[in-house]
C-alpha cells in the first residue's frame, strides 16, 4: 500500500519530468533559431563581399567621372570617393 508520502513524491517527480520536458523543448526551438540566425548571418556576410566588390571595382572610374563632371560645373572640389577599407579602419578605432 502506498503511503500518502510515496503518492506525493511520484507527482513530485511526474511534475519534475514534465518541466523538464517542456524545457528541453524550449532549448530545441532556441537552437532551431540560432541555426537559422548563423544562415542567415552567412549569407548577409556573402551580400556585403559583393557589394564590397562591386563597389571597389567602379570606385575609380566614377571618381573619373566625378572628376570630369566637377571640371564642366567649374566645382574644384578633391573629395574622393571613399575606400571601403578606409571606412572599416575607421569604424574599428
Known amino acids: 500500500m502506498e503511503t500518502n508520502n510515496s503518492k506525493e513524491i511520484k507527482k513530485e517527480?511526474?511534475?519534475i519530468k514534465r518541466l523538464l520536458s517542456e524545457q528541453e523543448n524550449k532549448l530545441d526551438l532556441i537552437l532551431l533559431s540560432l541555426e537559422s540566425i548563423g544562415n542567415n548571418s552567412?549569407?548577409?556576410d556573402e551580400h556585403i563581399?559583393?557589394?564590397e566588390n562591386t563597389y571597389s571595382s567602379v570606385?575609380?572610374?566614377?571618381?573619373?567621372i566625378k572628376e570630369k563632371l566637377d571640371i564642366f560645373s567649374g566645382e574644384k572640389t578633391s573629395v574622393q570617393l571613399p575606400?571601403?577599407?578606409d571606412r572599416?579602419?575607421?569604424l574599428l578605432n
Open 49 to 51: 563581399g559583393f557589394v
Open 83 to 85: 575606400d571601403v577599407q
Open 13 to 15: 517527480l511526474s511534475d
Open 59 to 64: 570606385r575609380r572610374p566614377l571618381n573619373y
Open 42 to 44: 552567412r549569407r548577409m
Open 88 to 90: 572599416y579602419k575607421k
